[in-house]
C-alpha cells in the first residue's frame, strides 16, 4: 500500500472533549471522527485495526467450531416482550416505531433474536451442541457516553450462543469458548487477565471477564501472585479476617464522641486502630402492591469493620435483598435507630431490624460501634453479651490488597483493568421464556441450555492504547496494528535511487506476506516520523541516500529508544524475525 493511495490525516492537537488518552490519540491519528455524542465513523486508519481484530475473532471462533451468522441491527420488540426485557431494561434500551406504530428496538445483545432462532431450527438432540456467533454493531443509550470509543453508544460487538443439551455439556461448550478466548486475547498481543466475574443483570450462573491491563481501567482486578485466584473485585471473596472470636475484656461503655460521625474521627478521637471499629449501613426492602405503591418496608442493618467498604454487588446476593434494596431514608433512620446517621449501632434499637454481619465483624470483640445517640459511641461492645447474634453472616465488603487469597496459596493484590471480554452460562434464563426445547431420545421436549459469549471488537482498540502508548502516541502490539512496517523514504523526489529502492523493500516485503505502508507523500523527515509514531506502525526502515551508498538503512521498533543500522541485504530477514506471531 503507498500513503498517497491510502487517506492519512493525523492533528497535532486532540479536540477538547477528548477526555482519556485512547480517545485523545484515536483522533490525533485520524483513526475515528466524531458525529454526535458517542457515534463516530471509523476511518480508514481506525478500520484497519478493526479488521484484523475482527480476522483472529473469526479464526479461531471457528477453530472453536462456532458457525458464523448475521443478526439484525432492528429488531422486533414482541421477542424482547417474551422475556420481560423490552420493560425491565432502562433508557439505554433504544425503543422505536415503525410507519406503522409497531414496536422496534435498537439491539444492544442478541439473545432473544438467538434464543428464537435455535427454537425453530434446533429441534433435536442430533443437532446439539451447536454455537452460533456474529460481529454486528450494537447500540446502547448512555446517558453520558464518554471516552471515545471505550463508553459510545454505537459499538461493534462479537456475541456467540451455545446451545446444549444439559448443564454438563453445557459446561463443556463454556470451557471450550474460555479456552477459545484465551487464544484471541493470546493472539492480540495484549496483557490481560481472565477473571471471575459476577453475572449481573444478563443472568447466568457461571461467568468470566477477561480484562485488559490499563492503569486507566474503570474494573479493579483482584488476583492472586502466587495462583491462579482471579476476579473481579464485585465478586472477588472477602475471607474473615479473624480465625476465631476472643472472649470479652472490656465492659460496654458510652462514650462521648461530640461531632465524629465516621469511623476514622471516632478511632483518632478514641486512639484506637480503625480496625477495632464498626460501621452501620442501612438498608430497605419494599413490598410493593398491584399500583406498584409501597404497602410495607423491612429495615436491614449492615455491620462493617470500619476500614473496609460494602460491596453492594455481594449485598444483593443475600436471601431477602435479592428482589432488590434501596438505602434507608433518614425518616426511616431516626423511626427505627432514635438518631440521625453517624452515629448508628446494633444496641438499644426501637424497632427491630434485619442484622447481617460481615464475617470479619462477626467474629470481632470489644468493638467500637455507635450509639444510637447524638454525639456517642459505644466501646466494648461484645456479641451475645451486649447484643444478639446476628440475624445472618454474610461476605459484604469489598477486598483489600494483602488480604488472604480465598484459596489459601498466598495474599491478594489488585490492579486495574479495561473489560473486553466476557463469557456467560446463562442455563434456561432465555430458553425457558421463550419455551427454546429439543426433543431427547424418549421424543421429550427438554429445555436448551445456553452460553453466551461476547467481546468488544471496537472497544479493543481503545483498550489496547490505553494499555500502550507514550509521549508519541499510540504503541500497537504487531497483530492488530493498522500497517506492521512503514517505509520511509527520504528525499525520494530528487533521488531515483532512494525512490527505486523504497518501491523495491515495498514490494518484497508485500510479497512476503507484509502488511507495509510506503510513505511517498514527500514529507519531511521529522513530520513523517512524527505521524508513524502517532499512529503507532510497530516498525519503521528509512531508506537516504547516505545510507544507501554505504549499503544500510536504519530500523527502528515502536519501542526502540533509537534508531539502529542495518546492512539492506539483512533487512528482509531481520523483519521476517520480528514479526514472527
Known amino acids: 500500500m503507498k500513503a498517497s493511495q491510502f487517506f492519512v490525516s493525523t492533528l497535532k492537537e486532540a479536540p477538547a472533549d477528548a477526555e482519556v488518552v485512547s480517545h485523545q490519540l484515536m483522533m490525533r491519528a485520524g483513526m475515528i471522527k466524531r458525529i454526535g455524542a458517542g457515534i463516530y465513523n471509523y476511518m480508514p486508519m481506525g478500520l484497519r485495526v478493526i479488521r484484523k481484530v475482527e480476522a483472529i475473532i473469526r479464526e479461531e471462533m471457528t477453530r472453536a467450531g462456532a458457525v458464523e451468522l448475521l443478526m439484525p441491527v432492528v429488531q422486533p420488540a414482541e421477542l424482547w416482550q417474551e422475556t420481560g426485557r423490552f420493560d425491565k431494561m432502562g433508557p439505554e434500551l433504544m425503543r422505536v416505531k415503525d410507519r406503522h406504530g409497531r414496536d422496534f428496538i435498537i439491539q444492544p445483545t442478541s439473545e432473544e433474536v438467538m434464543t428464537d432462532i435455535a427454537r425453530q431450527e434446533l429441534r433435536s438432540y442430533k443437532q446439539l451442541p451447536k454455537n452460533f456467533y456474529h460481529i454486528q454493531t450494537k447500540f446502547r443509550d448512555e446517558r453520558r457516553p464518554r471516552f471515545g470509543v471505550m463508553r459510545g453508544r454505537e459499538f461493534t460487538m462479537k456475541d456467540a450462543y451455545?446451545?446444549?443439551?444439559?448443564?454438563?455439556?453445557?459446561?463443556?461448550?463454556?470451557?471450550?469458548?474460555?479456552?477459545?478466548?484465551?487464544?484471541?486475547?493470546?493472539?492480540?498481543?495484549?496483557?490481560?487477565?481472565?477473571?471471575?466475574?459476577?453475572?449481573?443483570?444478563?443472568?447466568?450462573?457461571?461467568?468470566?471477564?477477561?480484562?485488559?491491563?490499563?492503569?486507566?481501567?474503570?474494573?479493579?482486578?483482584?488476583?492472586?501472585?502466587?495462583?491462579?485466584?482471579?476476579?473481579?473485585?464485585?465478586?472477588?471473596?472477602?475471607?474473615?479476617?479473624?480465625?476465631?472470636?476472643?472472649?470479652?475484656?472490656?465492659?460496654?461503655?458510652?462514650?462521648?464522641?461530640?461531632?465524629?460521625?465516621?469511623?476514622?474521627?471516632?478511632?483518632?478521637?478514641?486512639?484506637?486502630?480503625?480496625?477495632?471499629?464498626?460501621?452501620?449501613?442501612?438498608?430497605?426492602?419494599?413490598?410493593?402492591?398491584?399500583?406498584?405503591?409501597?404497602?410495607?418496608?423491612?429495615?436491614?442493618?449492615?455491620?462493617?469493620?470500619?476500614?473496609?467498604?460494602?460491596?453492594?454487588?455481594?449485598?444483593?446476593?443475600?436471601e431477602g435483598l435479592k428482589a432488590g434494596f434501596r438505602f434507608a431514608t433518614v425518616a426511616e433512620i431516626e423511626e427505627h435507630f432514635g438518631c440521625k446517621p453517624g452515629y448508628l449501632g446494633p444496641i438499644n434499637l426501637l424497632k427491630p431490624v434485619k442484622v447481617v454481619a460481615?464475617?470479619?465483624?462477626?467474629?470481632?470483640?470489644?468493638?467500637?460501634?455507635?450509639?444510637?445517640?447524638?454525639?456517642?459511641?459505644?466501646?466494648?461492645?461484645?456479641?451475645?453479651?451486649?447484643?444478639?447474634?446476628?440475624?445472618?453472616?454474610?461476605?459484604?465488603?469489598?477486598?483489600?490488597?494483602?488480604?488472604?487469597?480465598?484459596?489459601?496459596?498466598?495474599?491478594?493484590?489488585?490492579?486495574?483493568?479495561i473489560e473486553v471480554g466476557h463469557v456467560f452460562l446463562l442455563g434456561t434464563k432465555y430458553s425457558a421464556d421463550m419455551k427454546a426445547t429439543f426433543l431427547d431420545e424418549n421424543g421429550k421436549p427438554q429445555l436448551m441450555v445456553?452460553?453466551?459469549?461476547?467481546?468488544?471488537?471496537?472497544?479493543?482498540?481503545?483498550?489496547?492504547?490505553?494499555?500502550?502508548?507514550?509521549?508519541?502516541?499510540?504503541?500497537?502490539?504487531?497483530?492488530?496494528?493498522?500497517?506492521?512496517?512503514?517505509?520511509?523514504?527520504?528525499?525520494?523526489?530528487?533521488?531515483?535511487?532512494?525512490?527505486?529502492?523504497?518501491?523495491?523493500?515495498?514490494?518484497?516485503?508485500?510479497?512476503?506476506?507484509?502488511?507495509?505502508?510506503?510513505?511517498?507523500?514527500?514529507?519531511?523527515p521529522g513530520a513523517m516520523f512524527a505521524d508513524w509514531?502517532?499512529?503507532?506502525?510497530?516498525?519503521?526502515?528509512?531508506?537516504?541516500?547516505?545510507?544507501?551508498?554505504?549499503?544500510?538503512?536504519?530500523?527502528?521498533?515502536?519501542?526502540?529508544?533509537?534508531?539502529?543500522?542495518?546492512?539492506?541485504?539483512?533487512?528482509?530477514?531481520?523483519?521476517?524475525?520480528?514479526?514472527?506471531?
Open 162 to 318: 451455545s446451545f446444549d443439551r444439559d448443564v454438563a455439556a453445557a459446561t463443556v461448550s463454556y470451557q471450550g469458548m474460555f479456552a477459545a478466548y484465551q487464544r484471541i486475547f493470546d493472539r492480540f498481543g495484549l496483557q490481560y487477565r481472565a477473571v471471575a466475574a459476577d453475572t449481573g443483570a444478563i443472568g447466568g450462573e457461571l461467568s468470566h471477564e477477561f480484562q485488559v491491563i490499563a492503569d486507566t481501567g474503570e474494573d479493579a482486578i483482584v488476583y492472586c501472585p502466587s495462583s491462579d485466584y482471579a476476579a473481579n473485585i464485585e465478586l472477588a471473596e472477602g475471607v474473615a479476617l479473624l480465625s476465631e472470636r476472643a472472649s470479652a475484656s472490656q465492659a460496654l461503655t458510652k462514650t462521648a464522641t461530640p461531632g465524629k460521625s465516621t469511623c476514622e474521627d471516632v478511632a483518632a478521637l478514641l486512639a484506637l486502630p480503625l480496625t477495632q471499629t464498626v460501621k452501620s449501613l442501612v438498608l430497605a426492602t419494599d413490598e410493593l402492591n398491584d399500583k406498584g405503591e409501597i404497602i410495607k418496608s423491612t429495615i436491614w442493618l449492615l455491620l462493617l469493620r470500619g476500614d473496609h467498604d460494602l460491596n453492594e454487588v455481594k449485598a444483593g446476593k443475600i
Open 533 to 581: 509514531e502517532l499512529i503507532g506502525v510497530p516498525h519503521r526502515v528509512v531508506i537516504s541516500d547516505r545510507g544507501l551508498k554505504e549499503g544500510q538503512v536504519e530500523y527502528q521498533g515502536r519501542r526502540d529508544a533509537e534508531a539502529s543500522k542495518l546492512a539492506l541485504v539483512d533487512l528482509l530477514a531481520h523483519l521476517k524475525g520480528k514479526l514472527k506471531p
Open 358 to 417: 460481615d464475617r470479619t465483624v462477626a467474629l470481632m470483640s470489644d468493638f467500637v460501634c455507635g450509639a444510637n445517640e447524638l454525639d456517642f459511641h459505644f466501646t466494648g461492645a461484645n456479641w451475645g453479651r451486649d447484643l444478639p447474634e446476628p440475624d445472618m453472616v454474610a461476605d459484604l465488603r469489598n477486598v483489600v490488597a494483602g488480604d488472604p487469597s480465598p484459596d489459601g496459596q498466598g495474599v491478594l493484590a489488585i490492579q486495574r483493568g
Open 450 to 524: 445456553m452460553g453466551c459469549y461476547g467481546i468488544g471488537v471496537t472497544r479493543i482498540l481503545g483498550a489496547a492504547i490505553e494499555q500502550s502508548h507514550d509521549a508519541r502516541g499510540i504503541i500497537w502490539p504487531d497483530a492488530i496494528a493498522p500497517f506492521s512496517v512503514v517505509v520511509c523514504p527520504i528525499g525520494m523526489d530528487r533521488s531515483e535511487e532512494v525512490k527505486a529502492a523504497a518501491h523495491k523493500l515495498h514490494d518484497d516485503l508485500q510479497a512476503l506476506g507484509i502488511d507495509v505502508l510506503l510513505d511517498d507523500r514527500g514529507e519531511r
